[in-house]
């Protein structure tokens, strides 16, 4: 080419050098639009010892899959006309930030055609041959979950993250290293020697996590005796206490390989993310937008060269409705209970829940929510109900027999079911000392579907969306026979959650259907049924009656409990084909803006095993309110 074309910029690539000869922007443009698509196998490349595409195949592997978008910025010749330089700006677009470089790209003419000079350093700056990229996510500050009023319940939190750095072992050690350690945190020692051998030689393998405050982390002499251990301090997503709110609020942990591969790519291997409860179903809006960092990561004698670090977007806290001390106070009082277990508290006035506490004895079932179980006498507030929309009213006179007979079934009532209330007696005396036969007898005045109608308007049964995994209950509208007989009493095809029960006290006691609600931003809408909904009477005779439990039955023993009223329904139902039955022991009470169920799945009877511990937490919670 007899004349030179110099410094062309990105304006002057519309216009052809004025040699005609070859355009080295042409090649230029064929090498950006090839690291792009991350295919450089048809680029002309001169020859030499590197193939271009196994090169960036190999540099781009840990990327994750992201591809950057590359543009020619400029192509400048040299005087001597047979070479040219490209410089080509790079663009990476993450979840949470933007990297953008410009590196050069020697080109030359060869044979009359231009040619790329490969280099790993067209990818990224700098690059040498033995580098390859390497993206790595560091975690955002995750959200809390807050509680009522905004009270932190999920938080950063101090703890110390005990394990072997792979640095500070020989390799040939570590293994004897991870499995002495694995002795002293009491984990596993083979599977933890495992995961240390198979680490790379840059890597700290964690093996246990505990709080900073509490007892689990080794002593100076302890950490000495094994090459290579270390305890380092960080923080974690964590509650007031191991067990607090478990298994509503869930665990924080390192992703399993279930999450990273059902998250498409979102997720990797090593990320911190919910594990469970409300931390796993809301992690996407807890764990926010991670920074990203770039690095180049040579053989395993050289640490990483850090060539980009993007910052993250926070996560956003998740409000609830749960009372920090009422939810402490209930997972406290049902710490030492060995059956499953559960106090449900729910505020009559907004339907907020404002405590959902399963005990440890359901071996992290969420049994509050979840359970499904008969709900025995409890349910005979919604028998009267059906009573009632019947005619009856709490005055009515029922027949209370010791036992009754249904197609060869013989129902009695509890064992110390007190005599003196054997007879014709008065509705609202059958509830308040949950007589049984009563309650059958009188079937033919509470059909199976209109139960079914009665429940819906307590806040049994209707499917609502909480937010959160959750059973309202199941009453079948119909049923004959022995199956309908049982129905009356709460049990048969009847099931409930200790949620659910506290729904229905809490819809006696506002006089109207709760809705509960758990996330405060999402408040629940009503479930779309045709139930009829409670009238301003019905509220008035089924509160007398609830409160008559108190006053002159079966709930008597809290009637000295300080502040409101308390209104309250013990039951009991039969479960199992031991002989005699195993029994739930349930108990549901309301005092103030208070709705609260309390469940053992393996009791006495409501009064003597739930009853106990109902009493305990409507004590604490007249003692937190000042009361």
């Known amino acids: 080419m007899a004349a030179v074309c110099a410094a062309w910029t990105m304006t002057a690539l519309l216009a052809a050098c004025s040699s005609g000869g070859p355009d080295p922007r042409d090649v230029a443009q064929e090498l950006a639009d090839g690291l792009s698509a991350q295919d450089v196998s048809k680029v002309p490349t001169a020859k030499g010892e590197r193939v271009p595409q196994a090169d960036l195949e190999r540099i781009v592997k840990s990327m994750d899959g992201v591809k950057p978008k590359v543009t020619v910025d400029e192509v400048t010749k040299s005087a001597d006309d047979g070479a040219a330089t490209a410089t080509l ?8 930030a933007t990297w953008s470089y410009t590196t050069p790209a020697a080109l030359s003419l060869v044979d009359d055609e231009w040619q790329v000079a490969w280099s790993p350093a067209i990818v990224a700056p700098d690059l040498t041959a033995e580098e390859r990229l390497r993206l790595r996510t560091t975690a955002s500050d995750r959200g809390d979950i807050l509680g009522a009023g905004d009270e932190p319940i999920v938080t950063e939190r101090d703890v110390v993250r005990i394990g072997i750095d792979k640095t500070k072992v020989p390799a040939e050690q570590a293994g004897t290293s991870a499995r002495a350690l694995a002795a002293l945190i009491d984990i596993d020692p083979e599977a933890y020697a495992k995961r240390v051998e198979s680490a790379g030689a840059q890597a700290f393998v964690l093996g246990l996590v505990v709080r900073s405050d509490a007892d689990g982390t080794l002593s100076d002499a302890q950490l000495g005796a094994v090459a290579g251990a270390v305890q380092l301090e960080s923080t974690l997503s964590l509650g007031p206490t191991r067990t607090f709110g478990q298994p509503l609020l869930g665990v924080v942990g390192e992703a399993t390989a279930e999450i990273v591969e059902k998250s498409k790519g979102s997720v990797k291997a090593g990320d911190v993310v919910g594990l469970s409860g409300l931390a796993l179903r809301y992690d996407s809006q807890l764990r926010g937008e991670p920074g990203v960092v770039e690095a180049v990561s040579s053989d395993a004698a050289a640490r990483p060269r850090e060539l980009f670090t993007g910052e993250g977007k926070p996560g956003t806290p998740l409000r609830t409705t749960i009372d920090v001390g009422l939810q ?23 339907g907020e829940i404002v405590t959902l506490a399963s005990g440890t004895g359901g071996e992290g079932a969420d049994t509050a929510a979840s359970g499904h179980y008969p709900p025995g006498s409890t349910f005979k507030l919604v028998t009267a109900l059906a009573f009632l929309r019947s005619g009856l009213t709490p005055s009515t006179s029922v027949p209370c027999t010791e036992s009754i007979t249904v197609d060869g079934r013989t129902f009695t009532n509890y064992s110390d079911y007190p005599s003196s ?6 509705l609202r005396e059958a509830i308040a000392n949950s007589c049984n036969t009563a309650m059958i007898a009188t079937r033919a005045k509470a059909p199976q579907d209109r139960l079914a109608q009665a429940a819906a308007a307590l806040g049994l049964g209707p499917d609502v969306d909480l937010g959160y995994p959750a059973f309202l209950g199941s009453v079948p509208d119909q049923a004959d026979g022995t199956a309908a007989a049982a129905s009356m009493i709460g049990q048969g095809q009847i099931e409930a959650s200790p949620l659910a029960m506290a729904t229905v006290a809490a819809s006696i006691s506002k006089g109207a259907r709760v809705t509960p609600t758990l996330i405060a931003d999402a408040p629940t809408k009503p479930a779309a049924d045709a139930a009829t909904p409670l009238t301003a009477d019905e509220a008035k005779q089924l509160q007398e ?4 439990v108190v006053t002159g039955g079966s709930g008597a023993f809290l009637a000295d409990v300080p502040g409101e009223p308390v209104s309250a329904k013990t039951g009991t139902a039969e479960y199992g084909t031991d002989t005699p039955p195993r029994t739930h022991a349930w108990m549901i009470a309301t005092q103030g803006d208070l709705a609260v169920a309390v469940f053992v799945a393996d009791g006495e009877s409501g009064s003597q095993t739930a009853g106990p511990l109902l009493e305990e937490f409507l004590r604490s919670a007249s003692a937190g309110s000042g009361e």
């Open 545 to 548: 009656m609830f409160r008559g």
């Open 328 to 350: 402490g106070s209930a997972d406290d009082i049902l710490a030492d209970v060995k059956p499953a277990s559960a106090i449900v508290a729910i505020r009559p006035s907004t």
């Open 421 to 426: 209330a054997i007879g014709d007696i008065a």
């Open 89 to 96: 700006k790079t663009t990476w677009a993450f979840e949470a």
